[in-house]
């Protein structure tokens, strides 16, 4: 073997082609073993039921459930409360990501008119219980908001036709109100705990960030969406995730006022059919699907917000 060949071996062999999978595919052995233990105690969890309280398993009349259409055709009513649900937490995500921003930027502000009502705010909202909420504002607020400013045509006696992609966004009019109304309750609870979150990512960017931005002369706007924000970003992604998926989950809990989502939905057809385990497991594996999704988006997020850190 000449001496050629010898420098030249590791530049082929590191040519050599060969099967490539995505990073969250690569599990080592904890990993595999988690797995199987999951994997033991589903099917110990499957076998008692079975044996232990004589619950008869019935999956092919849950899927046949869940699947039939209505009488006019519509979507089946499982997957109208599972699109309900999506709606709730896109608006709600929407609604309580902006108005957390403003919030925890009222929250630093110097002036104390804007300062101390976000505090008020937050600390309110944050020592009541969310169910508490929800009635409150359902039945004490939610019933004069409407009205007050100037809704109640559009959402309680709307007749105009929609087109697909209001259904969509929006579904049917004559629940335009329930919609309303959730969305608000998931975004008022959501948006006290963002604020905090955006308040103390601010506040970690150290003070020689901001002297480095006032040397260069920006005013107060370009300093903090240049220089401040970007680098405060970093620091918010993930624990705004966390919030973001608690909205999802907490979507449930409007549930309680007559929104017919996927918790509602779940409950209606399994008291109807007797089928408890099947149609809840389903509804768990629905929000399970929604949560996953929102995690992998917001790691592809965050390693987009890292990458100042790596240059």
Request: proline share 4%; glycine share 8%.
């Amino acid at each position: 073997m000449s001496h050629s060949d010898i420098l030249t071996m590791p530049e082929k062999t590191a040519k050599k082609p060969g099967k490539t999978f995505p990073a969250f595919f690569k599990l080592n052995k904890l990993d595999w073993l988690l797995l199987a233990i999951l994997g033991v105690f589903i099917g110990w969890l499957y076998y008692r039921s079975s044996v232990g309280i004589h619950y008869q398993w019935n999956w092919t009349r849950a899927f046949s459930l869940i699947f039939t259409s209505g009488k006019a055709g519509e979507l089946p009513y499982f997957f109208q409360g599972f699109l309900t649900t999506i709606r709730l937490s896109l608006w709600g995500i929407v609604f309580a990501g902006l108005l957390g921003l403003l919030l925890g930027l009222a929250r630093r502000s110097p002036l104390m008119i804007l300062r101390l009502p976000a505090q008020a705010y937050i600390q309110l909202v944050r020592n009541i219980p969310p169910l508490v909420f929800v009635f409150i504002f359902y039945f004490f607020v939610s019933s004069q908001l409407v009205p007050a400013i100037g809704l109640d045509n559009l959402l309680r006696y709307h007749s105009d036709e929609i087109n697909a992609i209001q259904y969509f966004l929006f579904g049917p009019s004559k629940l335009w109100e329930n919609l309303f109304s959730g969305v608000l309750c998931v975004g008022l609870i959501s948006a006290a705990y963002i604020a905090e979150i955006v308040r103390s990512g601010i506040d970690a960017i150290s003070k020689g960030q901001w002297e480095a931005a006032d040397s260069l002369g920006l005013s107060r706007w370009d300093r903090f969406r240049d220089v401040i924000f970007p680098q405060a970003l970093a620091g918010i992604v993930p624990p705004l995730a966390g919030q973001f998926i608690s909205l999802v989950k907490d979507s449930s809990i409007i549930s309680l006022i007559s929104i017919q989502e996927l918790t509602f939905v779940g409950s209606e057809m399994a008291n109807s059919s007797g089928l408890i385990f099947e149609i809840w497991l389903l509804v768990g594996a629905g929000y399970l699907a929604l949560c996953l999704g929102l995690s992998l988006l917001f790691g592809r997020l965050e390693k987009h917000s890292q990458k100042h850190k790596q240059r």
